[in-house]
């Protein structure tokens, strides 16, 4: 015996379904904006991880290689991530002073519900190499985003040091077409 036809309700509502499930293909992926990082930083390294776990970019300064660099800015999606900036931070910060233990100091500078700004130090700890990294954690709509900036082997300097935490301070979510961080102008500190 033949299956029924179906009703127009349910017609209706299998092409809404159908439209809902076409629009969210076809919205933008999530991404962050770093002001002031532009043609000085060259991209190194991504990788765009299977669906629902997002994916990683790493830029270091025009003329430094991948495996020497003395500065490096990574920037890392964790897609479909429901868990606070806070507590993404936290766990980093178990893992470094687990690791480092008084070797490692890890700072968290400002912290709200839709992001965490903190600097970590660690110079002399075995486990893991020398490195003055600041970095900030965002809520976006799709995930959590994390903006590291790291140099090595010596801490930053007071100047540097400033400008990029203002300018993690003003890194914000948007919706682009792809996972590359849109930059605007030229690196001023190198």
């Known amino acids: 015996m033949p299956a029924p036809a179906p009703s127009s309700v349910a017609r209706r509502a299998a092409a809404a379904l159908l439209l809902a499930a076409l629009a969210a293909c076809s919205s933008p992926i999530e991404t962050v904006r770093v002001p002031g990082v532009g043609p000085a930083w060259v991209p190194v390294f991504s990788k765009v991880r299977d669906v629902g776990e997002g994916a990683v970019a790493v830029w270091v300064p025009v003329g430094e290689e991948?495996?020497?660099w003395t500065r490096r800015m990574l920037v890392e999606f964790v897609e479909g991530s429901t868990e606070s900036p806070a507590s993404f931070v936290a766990t980093q910060r178990r893992a470094v002073e687990t690791s480092c233990g008084a070797a490692a100091a890890f700072t968290v500078l400002e912290s709200d519900d839709f992001g965490v700004l903190y600097e970590l130090r660690v110079f002399g700890c075995d486990a893991r190499e020398d490195l003055h990294e600041l970095g900030h954690v965002l809520r976006g709509r799709?995930?959590?985003?994390?903006?590291?900036?790291?140099?090595?082997?010596?801490?930053?300097d007071p100047t540097t040091r400033a400008v990029w935490l203002r300018r993690l301070a003003e890194s914000v979510v948007i919706k682009g077409d792809d996972m590359t961080p849109v930059f605007e102008e030229e690196l001023l500190v190198r």
């Open 142 to 156: 799709d995930g959590l985003h994390r903006i590291v900036m790291s140099q090595r082997p010596d801490a930053l």
């Open 66 to 68: 991948p495996s020497s």
